[in-house]
């Protein structure tokens, strides 16, 4: 549904053991799709859209179109990833909504006045918004933090 073609961002399908990587993923940009259960359905269908697929599941370890993560901690999944992705280099942090993972689109300040904190819409010009949830998104200290950790995360070498 909201297949982007042409995208060369990488694109992911989580399985139900990953779902708060999926969340960072989204956060950092990234097409990804989450199976809260185990679906072969969407297993099918990521493989036509060329997802990869994320897992724990070891039986999938020999299927080219799939990653299994041995590692427990999100930082370490996450640095396993950008080692065979290089996603560090690919970020596009909050351009994509962390709940439905629809692409954000940009919204001007007086057209959320209403919906965000005064302080806030009197504060900051740039928002973006879910087209699906309408959830609205905007830089703050909390997204600052966010980013930051990204980059705390891609800088240590994974394993260490
Ligand atoms: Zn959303």
């Known amino acids: 549904m909201s297949k982007t073609h042409s995208d060369p961002q990488a694109s992911f399908l989580c399985d139900q053991n990953l779902g708060r990587l999926a ?3 989204r956060i950092m940009g990234f097409d990804t799709e989450y199976m809260r259960t185990w679906d072969e359905n969407a297993l099918k269908r990521a493989r036509t ?3 990869i697929l994320l897992t724990r599941r070891r039986e999938f370890a020999s299927d080219r179109q799939s990653i299994v993560l041995k590692h427990d901690f999100l930082k370490d999944q996450l640095r396993c990833l950008d080692k065979r992705l290089k996603l560090s280099e690919k970020l596009q942090p909050y351009s994509r909504c962390s709940i439905c993972n629809a692409s954000l689109k940009y ?6 006045k209403n919906l965000v904190p005064e302080y806030v819409s009197t504060t900051r010009e740039a928002f973006v918004r879910c087209p699906r949830c309408l959830r609205i998104y905007w830089k703050g200290t909390h997204t600052v933090k966010m980013v930051d950790a990204m980059h ?4 240590t070498r994974a394993g260490s």
């Open 49 to 51: 859209d060329g997802r």
């Open 107 to 112: 919204v001007k300040a007086q057209d959320v």
């Open 23 to 25: 969340r960072w993923l």
């Open 152 to 155: 705390r995360i891609f800088s």
